[in-house]
């Protein structure tokens, strides 16, 4: 490991950041919903703002700004000149403006901060015991349209946000054989069924989900006219026995079969491949572990595997492909391309063997 050869001194000061990461974020969130980040912005061409500013400009206590501040400096985020103005770091500039790290932030805080606190209990029982910190629901996914507005805008913006990137080129991917019929498993908001219907004006879409996301996705594909040639089918992957309609020219999932444990995306995929016939395209985009170009995206990937174990089901985590291969493999079906996609997806397509 890389850090068995940090200094003892420099290996106390990691450990005492983590130890206070919590006290840290917190700090960050709030500098961010105040607007001291940004106001410290703001005032990059004349030289920084000092504490007594900040109070005056967004009416907060001196102490309550200095107390956020000094934590902030040691973290970092901001530096403080001989004057006592203070000025973004690139770190602070990147916590306050980036778009990948707000979608980040906004998920940890709203979604996630509470329900970590019961980490150690999931990792015990296997079910997602901070899961009650939002409802009271078996898996998170019962209960996505009923969270409040902030939380349901910031689970779906981080669900969204790493797939939007890749969008036309999955459409592309996804039309290159001019499929008539599509069904669109794990639907959400309906997106990428509008997408289709908007991408290609003869296809016809099934979104295949729980009755709750359904009915999410069917009122917006309602607003956008696409009503007559979109259906659904409502089914809960966790029952016994789920079973789908045959008639798919082409199977999608996107991001969808990390939300469940190997055993149960086995069963996903053996139900699909008792639908399909020899020409039917069966198409899984994820983002892989084990597929990542930067330490970065492997970090994030990780970090949300601890969601799903303590928030989303109890059971499932961020996959390396290596995982999936096999399981393909094993539910009877067999890998035609495997195709790099964006920065962060890779799209496997299969057959029936």
Known sequence: MENTTLRAIDAIQEAQKIAFAPFVFQATVSLRKLGVLSLIFNKRKKGGIAIDAISNELSVSAYGIGVLLEIAESSGIVSKDDSGNYQLTTTGYFLNYHETVNVNINFTNDVCYKGLFHLNESIKTGKPEGLKELGSWNTVYEGLSQLTPEIQKSWFEFDHHYSDAIFNDALKLAFRNNPKTIFDIGANTGKFAISCCQHNQDVSVKIIDLPGQINIALGNIKKEGFDKRVSSYEIDWLKDNPQIPNGADTIWMCQFLDCFSEEEILKVLTT??????????????????????????????????????????????????????????????????????GEYHTLLVCKKK
């Open 272 to 341: 699909c491949v008792k639908s399909m016939d020899d020409n039917t395209e069966l198409m899984i985009m994820e983002t892989f572990t084990d597929r990542q170009k930067f330490d970065n995206a492997k970090f994030i990937l990780e970090a949300t595997s601890l969601y799903f174990t303590v928030l989303a089901n109890g059971n499932s985590k961020m996959y390396s492909a290596e995982v999936f291969l096999k399981l393909i493999d094993k539910a009877g079906l067999k890998l035609e391309e495997d195709i790099s996609v």
